[in-house]
Structures are given as C-alpha cells and as structure tokens.
C-alpha cells in the first residue's frame, strides 16, 4: 500500500470498525478500502468520507493492470451501450473521470454479488468498491454526489455527438442532452427523468398547444426527421412508441419516441420491443392526459357515432382520434370529415389520403378480430353524412332484406347471378346508386301495394307517415312518373314474367319498372290519378328522383352494351365448343 | 402454418413477399403471380357490397397438388396472398382467415407508420416478426 503513515492504516482500520471486531469482514474491507482512497484523496479518515465521491484507491501492485483496463477501453470509442444496469451506474461514474467512454461499462460484467467472495482481481475490487459505496451512505447521497460529478463529465463527452448534428433543433438537444445524457446513465437509460419531460413537454407544446391532444403522423414525421436519424431506424421508433396504433402521437408517446430518438442518437442501440420504465411512464403521463379529456369526446363521439354499438375501449381509443379543439387536430378532424363525407358518397378506398385510412383503421382494430369489423366501419362512415343520403343507404341495405324475401318468395328471374353485375362498374357511386335504383322496384315490387297504396293514401289522405315510408314514398313518386310515362298498359301482368328473365340480363329501366308495375297492376289501374298535388317538396322529391334515375340509366345502358358484347363472345365460345364438340362425337363413336 | 406470405399492392406490384427460404423461392414467386389472375377474376366477380368483409376474403384460389394458394383483398386493392402445403393437415377456413386478418391489421399498422410511404416496400420489424410467427417453422 502506497499509504504512508501506520497511523493513518491504524485509523482506517479503526473506522471501519475492524479493530473493533478483529477481523476484515466484507463490509469492514469495503469500508476500509474506502477510506485507502479517501486518505488517498486526502480527505481525512472518517465514516463520512466513504459518501464522498472517491477515485478508487490505488494500490502499488495492482497499479498496472487498472491503467492497462483504461487503456484498453478508450480504443473502443464507439459509444454503444447496453442500458446498464444500476450496478453499473457506479462504475462508469468512476470511470468518467479518467476516460468519457460509456463503453466502459461493457468492460465490467456487473460485479456479481461482490459482498460474497474476497478480492482476487481489480475487477472485483472496483466492485468492492461500489458496493462499499452503496453500502456506505444512502443511495441518496450517492445520487446526489454522482450528479454533481456528472455534468463536468457529460460536457466533454457529450461534445462529439453534438458535433456532427449541426441542425438547430439538434443543438437545441445537444446542450438539453447533457443534462439527459446524465439521466440515461443514470439508473435505467430507458427511464424518462423530470429535466428530460420538461424538455419534451416544451417540444411537444411547440407542435401543438395542448397537451392532451394528438400530434398528427406527418407533423411528427417532419419534426423527428430533422433529427437526422435514417429513416427506417424512425420508422422502427414509431412502431415502438405509437402504441395504440392510431397514427398519432398522444403526449406520452410523444415523450417515448424523442426519449428514444435522444438514446439512439447518444449511440444505445434501439430495443426491439418497449423497454419497460418507458412504458410505465407512458401509462403514468396517460392518466391525467386522458380523464379531462374524455367527457367531451365521448358525447362528441356519441353524437357522431351514436347508431354504431362500440366497446368502450374503442370509444376510448377513438375519442382521442376525434378530440378536437386544437389547429393540429382541427386538421385532424376536419379529414375525419372529409374522409367521412368521401365515404359517405360509397366507401372508396384506393386512394384516401394517407391519416385517412389509418382512421379508419383505428374504428376498425380495436374492434378487435371481429369478422363484421371492415363492414361496421363502412357502415360507421356511412353514418355521418348527410341524413338524405342515408335513408337511400339504409334502404340499400333494407333491400338486401327485401331480396331474400324474394329469393323465398321465389321470384322468378330475380338470381344471384344478376346483382353482380350492377356494382361491376368502376364508378362508384353511380354503382352505388345503381343498387338502390334497382331495389327500387324490388322494394315496390316486393310490397307494392304497401308502396304504392302508402303514396297514394299519402296523396289521397295526406296522412303523417312513419319515417320509414319516407323513401319509400319518394320512389313510390318515381315509379310513377314513369310508368306513367310509359303508359302502364296491362301488358304489364303478363309481362311480370316475361321481363323478369330478360330483366336479369337486359337491364332495361322501362322493364324493370314494368316489373314493379305489374303486381300493382290492378291498383295502378285504379288509382291512376297522378299524384296531382304535387306539394313542393314532393316536387323536389321527386326531381332529385329522376336526376338519379337517369343517372342510372346511363350507367345501366353503358353496362347492358358491355353485358351484350360479353355475352356475344361467350356465345362465339360456346358455339365453337358444340362445333368441336360435334366433330369429335362422331370420332370417338367410330 | 404457411409457405409463402406475398403482399401485393394495388399495381400488382409486390410490396412484401416472403417464402420459407429452405423452398425454392422462385417457385412461389411465380404462384403468388399467376395467383393473382385469380384474385382479379373473383374482384370483379364480386358481390354487391364491395364493402363487406366476407368478400375481402378470397378463399382457396386455387389448389395444386403441391400446395393451396388462398387470397384477400382489401379495400384499397391490396391483395394478401397465402400459399399452404398442401401436406399439412388442412389448416381449417377460420385459421386462414384469422391469418388474414392478424396480416390486415399489422399491415395497417405499416400504414399508420408515417415514415413509411404506401408504395414502398414494407421494412417493419414488428410485421416481419408476425409473418415469421404465421410461417412454417423449419429449421
């Protein structure tokens, strides 16, 4: 031992209580050792000086070896580092005041249980050492000690990092980084301190006033791309941090992606799935995000969404997603609409916008696994627009119904094979329309006489009647106007059968409202009087009626040329087929 | 358990296809392309509601004697392809479609990501890793 003085050995030897048992015990060693560095370090020998933040003691002999160690280590300059482990902490804090490298503590393998077994190598008397330091004082001190020691420490260290990254909002990092750079090292790298969710609560009220709000996926994007990080490393971030899958940041997963992009750029290697402190304070800063928030969402949602029956953690996760009070999510929200309006026309999908298809998502994945979720966030954006379309929805969907109704009853010509052809178009919401156009007469023809007897007990009593018959009436109206335009001859009995077969394939409009004409037929005969007072609204009814009507027409003329033209070819294949088939009969009869 | 997992775009592009590496890859390329003629003719053969999921899933497209291709389409066109030994026990109707549906939303997911641009090639790790799960396990 390099101490001079037996004095001095006798004092520590004293304060650590050895004299007093005999013996070195471990924690009388730990302590010894201690007080070799204090006096080292010429402090004097007393219990106190064992919190204090020491170099290791120097011992002669073993001199070599631990210079060795540190030489050794600074070639390894890349700053990768496993999040350490507390025990580890110690060890690089002592270290830094030879060589800023992190990678130091790679070197050491937490001393395992150093309590245990005597020293035989630097190694496990550095551990010693820690221990005793740990043993010595309260962890709080400690602390504290460390982050007095660390900042002096973290400047030079951390000014190569800092280098490269010219970009302002890196430096305004680089300097912030210091302090978190401390707190990574410091117990856990993944644990998010309070200088570090100051910092990120200030970035994040930069993006977006609020803090219970979302900030948006591109508006994140652009701010976590000036980090200079590759891209697939900040799409692997994201993957970790947007936990609820939204598209969105909350704040809390705000916090969780820049503390990971702060770590990755202080060189730790990203973990494949969410460490575990970040994940707790990720639930910890939810909760008081979430609560105040959630009254007004819900009734917003309601509101918008009431037909729909939704699980509450759904709403939960969507109310977010329709919170609105702020510009960013007034964005949001404001393409919530759209998307809803533009779904509302027909559900087209191929080209939405990019947040409006994870939007949608989001409605559809908490749902989770179950078979009707695409079709209940197809309905669910159906909802929302305008009411006079929905009842037409709706109606398309009733008459679903009505076409099972038909297919029991038997109707002739009515097949499966004819309601694919309809929504063969490539324009959507002519198809969409095209359906109601046709369950139109289905609906009439399926309950005519309901149809028809309602409009004209509507025209004849002017009678309130339930909302349901509204659209009915509407096309109860249309129907009429045509068949009146086409004269509804009594050809239209016997044409109930006819029609419905050709129907199938040849669309035709006029047939098909033959069709609807025929059962009512008789009725039509007697209640001929056109609806004469034609209310105004009626009138309006009625027009947009036969604007979609003749919409439809097109569509349905356009579709019966190209239905004609397949069915010549398929008939040019078939007769080629019977030729060949002709030719070959008599070879294998021979 | 599947052989091949092909991710197809709107285009007919791949964006994602994956084979049990210990088969001959090329092979399954070629099934996942001629399987998407298939898929074409059962889209436009369609029913009525484009909109409801029964219709997103495929099913068998077409079975050879080596192997079963089963399909799925999305809303925005894009086509999940599985290709299945044929030799396992035959994986029932609801194990495929659950597949389907676990690629569906862990490909949205993808898409939610907004450093991934739609069109690109899909480079998640939390997608590789399902697939992997939904693969043969060989060695």
Known sequence: ESLDGCTLLLQVTEVCGAKRLGYFGTPQFFVALKLLAAAQSGLPVHLESVTANLPLPRFVGLKTEPEMRYSAVPPAADAQCAPGSVSRTPADRSFRHLEANVDKKESWSPPPSPCSSPPRSPLTYRGYSYSKQRNGADAQTAHESKASSRPSVQLERLSSPGGPSVEPPALTRAPSSERLEQDHCDDDPWRITEEQLEYYTNQFRGLQPNLGSLILGTIAKNFFTKSKLPIPELSHIWELSDVDRDGALTFSEFCTAFHLIVARKNGYPLPESLPLTLQTGFTQQDVPDTPGSAEPLIVFEEAELSQKDRSVPESLATTQDLKEEQPGVCVKRATQEKRTLQLGAFPERPEPPHDLDPHMRTKTRPRSYSSTSIEDAMKKAEEPPTPPPRPQRNHSRASSLDLNKLFQQGAPGIKSGWLPLPPALPPRPPASQVPHFINVPEKTVQQPNFADFSHFREEEESSVKPEERGPRSRFGPNTEDLTNASKQDAIGVSHSQAPQKPVRRKYHPDSQNLEAVPPPAVSFATTTKPAPKPSSKQKREIQVAIRKNKETNAVLTRLNSELQQQLKVVHQDRVTLESQLELLRPAAST | ?139
């Open chain 2, 1 to 139: 358990m599947a052989v091949c997992i092909a991710v197809i775009a709107k285009e007919n592009y791949p964006l994602y296809i994956r084979s049990v590496p210990t088969q001959n890859e090329l092979k399954f390329h070629y099934t996942v392309h001629t399987s998407l003629d298939v898929v074409e003719e059962k889209i436009s053969a369609v029913g009525k509601s484009l909109g409801d999921q029964r219709e997103l899933y495929l099913g068998l497209l077409y079975p050879t004697e080596d192997y079963k291709v089963y399909g799925y389409v999305t809303n925005s066109k894009v086509k999940f392809v599985i290709v299945v030994d044929s030799s396992n026990t035959s994986l029932r109707d609801n194990e495929i479609r659950s597949m389907f549906r676990k690629l569906h939303n862990s490909f949205t997911d993808v898409m939610c990501n907004p450093f991934h641009n739609p069109g690109d090639t899909i480079q998640s790790k939390a997608f590789d890793g399902i697939v992997s799960g939904m693969m043969v396990q060989t060695g």
